[in-house]
């Protein structure tokens, strides 16, 4: 199954396929696509920036297009792949709600676990999409981006529910989501928890308290988390050296950016590179 809008006049791109085919595969290679994976059919594994998920029957991953994603084919997934020209989440944020949350939001893509009343929710969404994507008409656009926005404050609410953040005062639940989103901007020239405090106009300790009270994880550890996804990313998909990484993550000597990767990795950049290439 691959069910595809395109519209020539803005470079809008909407998938809905179940990867059988080799076509659909290829859209885990190209960039700048969301994607939003379903394990419909059974568990699976997948690869998201070198991590190993094990996602369960009824799981649904988000994936932004920063995350690299492998998977076999027939892995039992229905995927809702987009780029931002379809639906921008950034640009549409007081639409939805989910960047920071959905997207942007830790240093893995977050997995919903969908009730019994959840599939047959998204069951009718998807059923619904299909139907769309055989009416051929000047707003089958604005018809699939109604269905996918419904799909995204969905799954924003029961991951919401699921983290026990349901209850957060609003003001409280935006301060979170804002912080994730200055991380994802300047996690590259700013490794400090003040330097986020002074943009979002809080002192460092109101922004830990707010975290702390929202279960999240500490703010210094979602700087370093992304910090580190980046650093690992970069050692295993692009060709360029420790010292190249360390300079492009902010890192003035490259003694400080090993020390940091061992901290937080458990070996050297080196080490890591050729351990991850042994494995395969």
Not at 122 to 142: P, R, S
Request: hydrophobic share 35%.
């Amino acid at each position: 199954m691959k069910l595809d809008y395109t519209s020539i006049k803005d470079e809008s791109h909407f998938i809905v396929t179940n990867f059988s085919c080799g076509p659909a595969m290829n859209l885990l290679d190209q960039k700048g696509f969301y994607k939003i994976l379903w394990a419909r059919d059974s568990a699976a594994q997948i690869t998201v920036d070198s991590y190993k998920l094990q996602v369960k029957k009824n799981q649904v991953v988000f994936c932004t297009p920063l995350n690299i994603v492998e998977l076999e084919k027939d892995a039992g997934f229905t995927a809702l792949v987009f780029n931002r020209e379809f639906y921008c989440i950034r640009d549409h944020d007081k639409e939805v709600s989910c960047n920071g949350f959905l997207f942007y939001g830790s240093s893995l893509p977050p997995v919903l676990t969908l009730s019994e009343r959840d599939i047959k929710s998204f069951e009718a969404m998807l059923v619904i999409l299909k139907e769309e994507f055989e009416t051929k008409d000047h707003i089958q656009g604005e018809m699939l981006r109604s269905i996918l926005k419904r799909l995204l404050i969905k799954s924003t609410r029961l991951i919401k529910e699921d983290n026990n953040q349901a209850d957060l005062p609003k003001p409280q639940y935006d301060l979170v989501r804002q912080y994730h989103v200055l991380v994802e901007q300047h996690f590259k020239q700013k490794h400090q928890v003040a330097d986020y405090a002074d943009m979002l106009f809080k002192s460092p300790k109101t922004l830990s308290n707010a975290f702390k009270k929202s279960g999240n994880k500490s703010p210094l550890k979602i700087i370093n988390e992304r910090i580190i996804l980046e650093a690992k990313r970069l050692l295993l998909y692009s060709d360029k050296n420790a010292e190249e990484i360390g300079f492009e993550l902010g890192f003035s000597e490259p003694a400080h950016f090993s020390k940091f990767f061992k901290n937080q990795a458990g070996s050297p950049p080196g080490s890591f590179q050729k351990e991850f290439k042994s494995n395969l």
